[in-house]
């Protein structure tokens, strides 16, 4: 469960976040929303403790970011917007060095690996070296990496950016699984057809601001509106504001 209370991050004169709260529960799909430039990844930074908030609190299953930042660590897979490889190794050899940098080792670990390949459907590309790979075959590494440690929370920022229809359909699967698990999933999105599909709540940042946090059904009957889409645009201040 990652909860936040009254985050805070600038940069220089810039209030990247201000004050923002909400909660993301196991076994549920929260989707953080907002324009470019609102604050979302800079929010998922600090919960995955690359950036020190200036105020406010964040907890990963109870361990502070700032004051428990390995525990947190621990407790988080992390598919980030920036998702380097590295292009020597093959994708077996990339998912183990990260499994032994949380500990793991050995047979269990081995093991750990096989079983991703396996939910990934990566077995022709487990022993090929990771450079001249497509988007899509990227992607499946980077979340074998991230899962490696079985983490009860994930945080996936825009993880079917550049993807193709198929990929794109294949990791929505995906994300569902993680939830039906009972993780914690924690994803931004532009698609608002995918937010709809998958997402239990939503948290809207606008300027940094939390503008509106709920279901899909509560985010359309409070500001009026029939689709979300329609809804995200009132509630990041585009239009005439929430009633």
Do not use: W
Request: charged letters at 25%; aromatic letters at 4%.
């Amino acid at each position: 469960m990652i909860q936040v209370q009254g985050l805070s991050k600038s940069f220089g004169k810039v209030r990247a976040v201000q004050e923002v709260s909400f909660s993301a529960p196991d076994g549920e799909i929260t989707g953080l929303l907002g324009p470019n430039g609102a604050g979302k990844s800079t929010t998922l930074r600090m919960l995955y403790t690359l950036l020190k908030p200036d105020g406010g609190v964040a907890k990963v299953d109870g361990f502070d970011v700032t004051e428990s930042p390995i525990e947190v660590q621990k407790q988080i897979g992390v598919l980030a917007d920036a998702r380097g490889l590295y292009p020597r190794l093959t994708s077996r050899e990339n998912i183990r060095y990260y499994g032994r940098l949380h500990g793991l080792e050995g047979e269990a670990l081995e093991k750990q690996i096989n079983s991703l390949l396996t939910l990934l459907d990566m077995q022709l590309i487990a022993d090929r070296k990771t450079e001249g790979f497509s988007t899509g075959e990227r992607l499946k590494v980077a979340i074998a990496r991230a899962l490696v440690h079985d983490p009860k929370n994930v945080l996936l920022d825009e993880p079917t950016n550049g993807l193709d229809v198929m990929s794109t359909r294949a990791m929505r699967q995906f994300v569902l699984r993680l939830r039906e698990e009972g993780k914690c999933v924690l994803f931004t999105s532009h698609i608002m057809q995918e937010v709809a599909a998958l997402c239990n709540q939503i948290v809207i940042i606008s300027q940094g601001k939390v503008s509106a946090n709920g279901t899909p059904e509560e985010l359309r009957k409070q500001t009026g509106k029939e689709t979300l889409e329609d809804a995200f645009v009132v509630a990041i201040g585009s239009e005439e504001g929430l009633g």
